[in-house]
């Protein structure tokens, strides 16, 4: 986010798209030595060359690095992971650039929004959950397809949907439809199944400006009962089906051009939960380099939620 | 004129009697400088206690009584359980030192004390998942008080300990009979009851009634200021015969005496406890200093007041204002500045007492430094404390002798055969001998056994003429009177050292006119003449002129006694005088004084040039006064006393003009006469004023009536009763070498060599701190506002926080500390000896100029500078500045965990949580950078920082090497602390605020520069702190 800032100081300097488009297919392979090649020209023309670019440069990089100290590192002594992490926070020696932000990585947020993760509702009692689906439809009003199809393109699905071009320019978005979500569009149900003990709850990623979700590999949602029975959820239904983050929507290249973006959504529709007790459930990011066991932040891959539905 | 003292002393007494009818409603205001009618009851108290323990009846109780009484005998003494039993009950014969705790801990521990329990408290109401943050807060705050606490008073400890330890370097042993038995105890053990022995030059141990003594006399001077060993026979026990008091010396003789009071129930202890009742001012560094905390918690507080007003009219919960309230203060208050001073003092102490000068009381170092009025003793201060020969007459010509420090040079001429004779009586008619046994020790600093006049003509001859012992032995005594009060001479006769010569010698001095009338002849170059009115006319003028010097003169005759009467067989016996003592021939005149130190002049024209008036104030003689005081430079060489104008114009005195005379000498009789508002006119009316013949106890009248005119007070003391004056001044200096305990006790400040010039190092030391605590408090002063902006931003305008409570005190009292204490290692901008001292009421420590420069300029300019840097780190994660304006709710909400930045990016609560302490590290940085640029422009107040020097001080780059480290270590080794809040920092962002801190140094030379070009004018007034 630190380059987009910088870029909109910089001159323009349209590189890099079609490069960046040619390679994509074989970036497992030549990833590394394309990665060099790109910080050595970045040394050279740092303050005037397509920022754009190098975000999602850095952004892979550091999802590379998490990556690999994800695998290796659980046996080496306290100290030399410090001086990693140390390592990692102030110098990367490939970009040539010191980093700040802890490597950033996918944070997931549901809807409806609640001022905590408790949902609990009592399915006789609308009153109980009738602001879940107020929230629910106008968190949606954004994905309204005629609005969609109005604003947005229909783009290519299965690949990311790169813009070149000034960076001042307007980026397209594409569509993300309201009827993708099938039943939990509240199209066909308007109460989301809340009001049959089989409510919808939509995850989104966070969105982070030029990041894409890890190479090519769309990122895949799941949930299941975080404590306890596993049984206690019997059966969940993803919408779109795939239970993933298509990729042409992203990278996402910040709502100043990005202006219609909408954030692809996932819905989970909780079909056959155990009722009168509290499940807690965790919906987990799952994909390549995706890390989704951080303590601290409890959002970073993953979503940790109670269903607690009486009947 | 010595029997005044006691009278003197007396009506000390009775005067607090007078402040007791006061208090009852006589209305009588008779004794000023006192407001506090508590403090005056207790005074009243215990100087009537003193008064009633004085009237003892042991002097008058026969010795049988007395056993009977205590439960003694004076032939077998106490027994050692009895003694033991006795020392268990009564205590150790010592005197306790009074404790104070020292003013300045007391300030920073309410604050801190407050905020913690307001933390607590918080803590307490808060819920339990939310309140961590407040307590890692009020650990911390209660980590702070309690650390600050401790080191004040380590500090405070370590100089009282230095204190102690040279009081007992020199244990005090006490000879005294117990179980029959002689034996050596520390004088600590004696008891009530115990026989002691003393011996010539002892301390007497305890006070004591005298059972038997052979040829001893006392010394009480230290006690009653009398200068000679006087005979009493009062009722007063004080001025009575047989009780000695401790801390009295006995110089010649022995003695044995009983015990009757020890430690503090000596007189010395109840005059000691007397003193430490005497009204402590509180010293002006402390009245600077608290002045200073009005200034900060006035502006804390109402800012606090202010803003949580505000905060809770913008419906923030009470609660968040409280916080907000404890930031506010947080931010306010110096936190590391106690330890600041306390530091830079102790090193100031240190400083000086490498130079002699050994501060008891750290704030003491200050005070020196604003002295306007030095009241100092004469002997031992300004002279050599010896009598050292000045002059010789003889041969109708004065000559002059060595009187400096080791008398090497004697220059005058000893070729002619009136001096030979002259040096022989010197050497014959003596009685005092070198202690044995100090071959090795340099003539001058030899003890001699003997009185002090004995003394100087002893070394005197020793000097001059080698080994006097010898020429003693060589001109065997055969019969000698002493020297008494009715005779005024004294006269030995000796066989001569030259073989063929069966004459016996008879040398003789003693007071010049009695001499003379015992002499027809007198010797010129050699030659008996006859005494005609021609010479004796010389020999008055010369007796005139050295005696005007202030000088005791000594009349030296001899007389050959002719063989054919005086066989060598011949039996002389001095109570029938059977030898002439009539016709003798004079052979010359003598002249001794107590010279001038030879440091004293100059240290005396310092202080005049830095403004510091000198007052001499010395129990001796007028004219003996007058010319020390003329010597050394306290009265100058042009000036003149009324008394002088008369004689010079041949008008009465009463007939001169006031006005023409600078210089004045009063005598204590005088003083006695006046009334406070004639001191007052004396003291404003005379730039140069000598006290001769006062008691100690007129000290603290001179010394209340300086304080008066608003001065700042220094007085010299080495007398137990110098102690209250020494108390009442506002700096009490105490003489190393001869001053009684009790004085340094008083004393704020010892003398380790008895100086004065010690003391004007000392001032020079007192000035320089008071310009660097000047510019440590500016320095620490500017960085509060860039620690309170936040604050005040973050409430009214909504931004996310920008910089901790943990971490502002990481600022305080983390990367300032070292800095600040560098500043008093700065050297003077100019020569701070030729200023006037600060008044005490117009330059203050902090003065409006300061606090608005230090808090609007420097203050401001760093805040801007550290939002810079915030905004800075803010924009490039994604939020820019216009985004961050009423974040603050949302901000803050932890369910909200999506929120969105300037470019559409959803941040997490933790991630906005990691990105504030980010924050905080932004800010602290951009502060601390700023303070270098601080540091560095507060190494001067008026001139630039070229001329000063940037390299010269070097334990400022020592700070600002600290503070870079500090700040370092913060962000890269403890960034994963999240307690702390601080985070690792992206390199490029430690260099954002550095324009700024250019800027300011930029900002603050142009400043410098007009003071420079314009003094004087708007500018200079207002921007120069």
Known sequence: MRRQLRSRRAPAFPYGYRYRLDDQDEVNQNYLADEEEEAEEEARVMVVHDLEEEEEEEEKEEEEE???????????????????????????????????????????????FAHSLNFNFNVSEPDTWQHYVISLNGFLQGYNDSLQEEMNVDCPPGQYFIQDGNEDE?????????????????????????????????????????????????????????RGDENDIRSINYYPESASFDLRYYPYYGKLTHVNYTSPLVAMHFTDVVKNQAVPVQCQLKGKGIINDVINDRFVGRVIFTLNIET | MRLKTPEIYSVELSGTEDVGKTDTGDGKEKYRGLKDKRLELKKNHQKE?????????????????????????IVTGLSSTQAAELLARNGPNALTPPKETPEIVKFPQADGAILCWIAYG????????????????????????????????????????????????????????????KKTVPAEQLVVGDIVEIKGGDKIPADIRLLSTQGCKVDNSSLTGNLTPSLRTHDNPLEAENPWNKMSTSPVGTATGMVINTGDRTIIGQIASLASGVGHEKTPIAIE???????????????????????????????????????????????????????????????MAKKNCLVKNLEAVETLGSTSIICSDKTGTLTQNRMTVAHLWFDNQIFVADTSEDHSNQVFDQSSGTWASLSKIIT??????????????????????????????????????????EIRKRNRKVAEIPFNSTNKFQLSIHETDDPSDKRFLMVMKGAPERVLEKCSTIMVNGQEQPLDDSTAEAFHTAYMELGGLGERVLGFCHLYLPADKFPETYSFDVDTVNFPTSNLCFVGLLSMIDPPRSTVPDAVTKCRSAGIKVIMVTGDHPITAKAIAKSVGIISANSETVEDIAKRLNIPVEQVSKRDAKAAVVTGMELKDMSPEQLDELLTDYSEIVFARTSPQQKLIIVEGCQRQDAVVAVTGDGVNDSPALKKADIGIAMGIAGSDAAKNAADMVLLDDNFASIVTGVEEGRLIFDNLKKTIAYTLTKNI???????????????????????????????????????????????????????????????????????????????????VYFTVYAQEGFRPSALINLRVEWEKDSVNDLEDSYGQEWTQYQRKYLEWTGYTAFFVGIMIQQIADLIIRKTRRNSIFQQGLFRNKVIWVGIASQIIIALILSYGLGSVSALNFTMLRPQYWFVAVPHAILIWVYDEVRKLFIRLYPGSWWDKNMYY
């Open chain 2, 786 to 868: 860039a620690e309170l902006c936040p604050f005040l931003i973050y409430i009214i305008a909504g931004l996310p926080l920008p910089i901790g409570t943990i971490t502002i005190l990481f600022i305080d009292l983390g990367t300032d500390i070292i800095p600040s204490i560098a500043l008093a290692y700065e050297k003077a901008e100019s020569d701070i000896m030729n200023r006037k001292p600060r008044h005490k009421k117009k330059d203050r420590l902090v003065n409006a100029p300061l606090a608005i420069y230090s808090y609007l300029h420097i203050g401001l300019m760093q805040a801007l500078g550290a939002f810079v």
């Open chain 1, 66 to 112: 998490e990556e690999e100290e994800g695998q290796g590192q659980p046996t080496s002594n306290a100290l030399w992971q410090k001086l990693q992490i140390v390592n990692e926070h102030l110098w990367d020696p490939e970009k040539r650039m010191s980093l700040a932000r802890t490597g950033q990585s996918w944070r997931v947020m549901i809807r409806p």
């Open chain 2, 122 to 181: 918080i803590q307490y109401f808060n819920d339990k998942s939310s309140s961590l943050d407040s307590v890692y807060l009020g650990c911390v705050l209660a980590l702070v008080v309690i650390l600050t606490g401790i080191f004040a008073y380590y500090q405070e400890a370590k100089s009282t300990n230095i204190m102690a330890s040279f009081s007992k370097m020199i244990p005090q042993q006490a000879l005294v009979i117990r179980d029959s038995e």
């Open chain 2, 428 to 469: 014959l008619c003596n009685r005092a001998e070198f202690r044995p046994g100090q071959e090795s020790v340099p003539i001058m600093k030899k003890v001699v056994v003997g009185d002090a006049s004995e003394t100087a003509l002893l070394k005197f001859s020793e000097v001059i003429l080698g080994d006097v012992m």
């Open chain 1, 170 to 226: 307007d980026k397209k978005a594409c569509q993300f439809k309201r009827s993708f979500l099938k039943n939990c569009s509240g199209l066909e149900d308007p109460t989301f199944g809340y009001s049959t003990g089989q409510p919808c709850i939509l995850l989104k990623m966070n969105r982070i400006v030029g990041f894409r979700p890890e190479l090519g590999d769309p990122v895949k949602v799941s949930c299941k009962v975080q």
């Open chain 2, 49 to 73: 206690e003193l008064k009633k323990e004085v009237d003892l009846e042991d002097h008058k109780l026969s010795i049988k009584e007395l056993e009977r009484k205590y439960g003694t005998n």
């Open chain 2, 289 to 351: 200093i608290e002045h200073f905390v009005h200034i900060v918690a006035g502006v804390a507080v109402s800012i606090g007041i202010l803003f949580f007003i505000i905060a809770v009219s913008m419906k923030y919960y009470v609660l968040d204002s409280i916080i907000f309230l404890i930031g506010i203060i947080v931010a306010n208050v110096p936190e590391g500045l106690l330890a600041t001073v306390t530091v830079t003092l102790s090193l100031t102490a240190k400083r």
